[in-house]
């Protein structure tokens, strides 16, 4: 059904989408939080990794606005959306972290993967 719509899998549509945003972030599009609406509380989901994953990757930056990745201790942390975009980003080309504007950077992401 995929191929018949000509739709890219899931897992790249959804870190192109947490690229894009990430991208936003950085470049200040996206406006900032009001404090009211911070005091929601989320329950913490368990994911199991089923690819493997290599130590070099997390800390390999191949773009020159690359981002400091911490080393992470727990698996929701491992997950979450900040190290798990923050790994994607590093892996970027120059050329596409550094895209001049958001269509530019959408333009280029099929490009990467």
């Known amino acids: 059904m995929l191929k018949d719509l000509e739709l890219p899998p899931l897992q790249d549509r959804r870190r192109s989408s947490r690229l894009i945003f990430l991208y936003k972030v950085i470049e200040g599009k996206v406006p900032a939080i009001q404090t009211s609406k911070n005091n929601m509380q989320v329950k913490a989901k368990t994911v199991k990794d089923f690819q493997t994953t290599n130590i070099i990757d997390r800390y390999s930056i191949n773009n020159t606005r690359g981002l400091k990745v911490k080393s992470v201790n727990t698996e929701q942390y491992k997950y979450s959306f900040l190290i798990k975009t923050a790994v994607d ?23 990467c993967y």
């Open 89 to 111: 980003w590093n892996h970027l080309d120059n050329s596409i972290a550094c895209a001049q504007t958001i269509e530019g950077f959408k333009s280029a992401l099929p490009q």
